[in-house]
């Protein structure tokens, strides 16, 4: 079992930056993919990056590309998402997520079966 709990949210400008960070607990840290989703009001939560077991491979979202970077240190048993050029649209509910399936498939929440508690970026115009 991984618990994990996120920080690092807050209220930026647009243009500006933000840099998440989760932490896991417990648990084997390096034997899971790590994911950030967010959620907007009214919106399905939605995959923004995730980061393999060795961290040797990443996925975006084609919203964030180029502007967000997802990292990890199984030593810190840590994951960070930085976010750059923030827009008024990045703004929602950010997850961070471990599951114990395949990097190259896990894209859904139902793939993530541990949750953090999510951390509020609101990025104003």
Not at 26 to 34: D, F
Not at 50 to 60: C, E, L
Not at 99 to 110: D, I, V
Request: proline fraction near 2%; glycine fraction near 10%.
């Amino acid at each position: 079992q991984v618990q994990l709990v996120e920080s690092g949210g807050g209220l930026v400008q647009a243009g500006g930056s933000l840099r998440l960070t989760c932490a896991a607990s417990e648990g084997t840290y390096s034997s899971v993919v790590v994911g950030w989703f967010r959620q907007a009001p009214g919106k399905e939560r939605e995959i923004v990056a995730s980061i393999s077991r060795n961290a040797v491979s990443t996925y975006y979202a084609d919203s964030v590309k180029g502007r967000f970077t997802i990292s990890r240190d199984n030593v810190k048993n840590t994951a960070s998402l930085q976010m750059n050029s923030l827009k008024p649209d990045d703004t929602a509910v950010y997850y961070c997520a471990a599951g114990e399936g395949s990097f190259y498939t896990a894209r859904h929440p139902s793939e993530y079966a541990y949750w953090g508690q999510g951390t509020q970026v609101t990025v104003s115009s």
